[in-house]
């Protein structure tokens, strides 16, 4: 995990945030390579979840809501943790995770007695701070689609079984965050409400569980890294018939991944009583009106990104030096091909490269990078993941043709330049 860490902040993938202030705890910015590959995640999520469907339409809901949806929802009410504080170093711990709960595991003083702590963020709106002006960040992106469900009806007109999809930020004052990436305060989210009629939720919930597993695989995750955890009943939350989470194993362990859930009708339910707004579909053959049961697939965009890190990390020996590689998948990488020339002192074979990397540039992620020798270069364009390295030499002035690397298995291929960009696309399409 350290040699993760480290490498996602000397290649700027992921950078503490306010670095310069001392950092603020739990806070992290993604940089330059790991913006990429954050945004490349979610459009491959994107694109298998709504483009590739017609069964699903995609939503981007605002982060502030009336505060009477997180009444309705059981967040207020329900969303929690217990905690205790240590009296002598006033730290606090989420009861569930303490062996001792009368003794601090951090200075051995004692602990109190466990308390609810609300998860949510509070606010106000508005230039008066006061409770007719508190709201809350949201603590899950689901609660907007589940609000816009009468909306979506009157405008899509769409058949059972249907969803919505969203990728957004959510907020929850966790009290025990930890593990870089994986538990934060701030987080995105990759969440799908998926309408069903009741009968069929058992059905479809086990059909999301395969449908989501897979699409980690398909995108690099070693099938011995990943597994499902079906939920205990004690273990449900107060809203789902069933749950069952995808893990990955970590560094750190076992962890969750995804949860897919059958929520029920609870959440159309509790908004219908709420707002006096009826929720109902209306089934034109049956001419019944009912609520649908809502199967929830809800990944976090963060613990994957970090799950995609961990797995691609590849330590190799090579002659006697250790070569680094993030052996990410194509669709995944946040740079597609590096133009490198091989004498940086021959203004000759820059300016060639330069107009090679300008070419590519416009049909493919691509990096021009002339700040070392080619060995290390090409270390630096493994450490990021990058498919393909171009190199141009003083042979490619004569004979047009430059030197292609293949990250995977350092194998070189002269491709001549009129031919290198349907080359290069063959190989990443």
Known sequence: MDKI?????????????????????????????????????????WKSCVHERSDIYGMDASILMHPKVWEASGHIENFFDLKSDCKSCKKRFKAAELSDHKKCPECGGELTEERPFNLMFKTHQGPIEDGSSQIYLRPETAQGMFVNFSNIMDSRHPKLPFGLAQIGKAFRNEITPGNFTFRTREFEQMEIEYFVRPQDADKVLQEWIDYRFNWYLNLGIKKESLRKRKHPKEELAHYAAACTDLEYKFPFGWNELEGIANRTDFDLRQHAQASGKDLRFFDDASKERFYPYIIEPSGGVDRSVLAFLADAYHEEKVKKDTRVVLKLHKDLSPVKVAVLPLLRNRPEIVELAKKIAAGLKKHLICVYDDTGAIGKLYRRQDEIGTMYCVTVDVQSLEDKQVTVRDRDTMLQERISIDRLEEYLKNKLA
């Open 5 to 45: 860490v480290s490498l996602a902040k000397r290649r700027g993938f992921i950078f503490p945030g306010s670095d310069i202030y001392g950092g603020l705890a739990n806070t992290w910015d993604y940089g330059p390579f790991g913006v990429e590959l954050k945004n490349n995640l979610k459009s491959a999520w």
